[in-house]
């Protein structure tokens, strides 16, 4: 397995935009990869987008998000009490600090990105299912692409619309 450092910007067609607090992605090569290939096969007005990889527990931005996922934890079980079930899928690393095979990748559509959890973990499901229902088409194309590359979807449904997948 070879990681890859990738900075803001375009690769190969395909966006880097590290989601906050991160600088940049790391992820395999294997997987980038496959992205790129991805992104080849989709049709030109969807772009994909990749926001997070590999993030060792044992640097800064692995003590950072511990810290995030503590107070989101607390947060989230005082506004959606019963969702309770979910706080785990949505806030363990699932796999990020593992290795560069579990990502989280966004979309664009005619050059703008879709936020499909404007909220981030805290959009309600309600808003959730608006967005699916808005962008269901590409959604399911920037899916199954990746599904047909090898990759699995996250099966908690705010997971799924981060677009966390693992490659296995």
Not at 52 to 66: D, I, M, P, T, V
Not at 85 to 103: K, L, M, P, Q, Y
Not at 121 to 134: A, D, G, H, I, S
């Amino acid at each position: 397995m070879t990681l890859l450092t990738l900075n803001r910007g375009i690769y190969a067609k395909v966006q880097i935009r590290p989601r906050w607090p991160a600088q940049q992605v790391q992820v395999d090569s294997d997987v980038f990869s496959k992205l790129q290939r991805i992104q080849t096969n989709l049709p030109e007005h969807i772009g994909l987008i990749l926001t997070r990889g590999y993030e060792k527990k044992e640097s800064q931005l692995g003590f950072a998000r511990n810290k995030f996922r503590s107070l989101g934890i607390r947060t989230f079980r005082f506004c959606y009490s019963s969702r309770q079930g979910e706080i785990d899928a949505i806030f363990g690393s699932n796999g990020h600090d593992v290795d560069g095979t579990h990502i989280d990748v966004s979309f664009l559509l005619h050059g703008r990105r879709v936020r499909l959890l404007p909220l981030s973990v805290f959009t309600p499901l309600f808003w959730q299912k608006r967005r699916v229902e808005r962008y269901v088409l590409p959604l399911c194309q920037v899916k199954e692409a990746l599904i047909n590359e090898g990759f699995r979807i996250h099966l908690n449904s705010t997971e799924s619309l981060q677009i966390h997948c693992d490659l296995d």
